[in-house]
């Protein structure tokens, strides 16, 4: 079963993956020019690869239409530098198919899929629903787990059964439970973890954690990379101090609801980014100083 997940699994979708935000204009339409140009400066600046319509990428308030013409934007963008793994992810079993379909046709290396929200369907309905998802593409498919957001987490069993679907290759670890991360890295060697939560980047790096899907490589991502490579080779103290450097901006990146501060942030470095879409709203001049305060103490502005 680990021969095939490799050979459907394919390459390594990579270390640092950004979850990129989407960017909008002033008038609240999708710019598809500021995807490219985020999606390519991300590359360049430490991103392996990039989540795109996800929850930082304001999922949720994106049509089909937008979906399929971002996904395609961004695949021929990074093609052959970077992976590109599309949110596909629904609380509809039968719409997550028809959008990860259209995410393999749009040139995605692989999908993410969020567990089904709202509906909380008891854990044989998300083993059914992820299979079911799985089984309808050829691409690596990655679960992200976020009890938070979705009132339903991913239990162990349930993961231990998903570990056997050849092309599950692995998981976004938002769940906050630490020694579950340590048990499912042991008993399901095969499946990769990413951390969910920059702030949780390093301590699942130390129990057998792949790597990070983060908001602060927007920022940071050579940096994170850098902390990566150094608790790789034994470096522990020196994984320990990149890790102290960006907690101010772990932190201030969630100081509101994601990707609100983030986008406050890609303005004040100019980059696309653009507002958020309602029910989002900007960043208040309060939360701006404090973004501005961070960042500058880092020296990216």
Sequence with gaps: MERARIDRAGKDLGRVITAMATPFRADGSIDLDGARALASHLVDHGSDGLVIAGT???SPTLTHDEKRDLFTAVAETIRGRASMIAGTGTYSTRESIELTEMAEQAGADAVLLVTPYYSRPPQSGLLAHFTAVAKATSLPVVLYDIPSRTARKIEHPTLLELANVPNIAGVKDAAGDLAGTAKLA??????????GDDALTLPILSVGGHGVVSVASHLAGHRIGEMIAAHDKGDVEGAARIDHELRPLYEVLFITANPIP?????????????????????????????????????GLI
């Design 56 to 58: 930082t990428g304001e």
């Design 186 to 195: 042991a008993e399901a060697p095969g499946l990769r973890i990413w951390s």
């Design 262 to 298: 983030l986008k406050a942030a890609l303005s004040m470095v100019g980059l696309p980014g653009g507002p958020v879409r309602l029910p989002l709203v900007d960043a208040t001049d309060a939360e701006r100083d404090r973004i501005r305060s961070v960042l500058e103490g880092l």
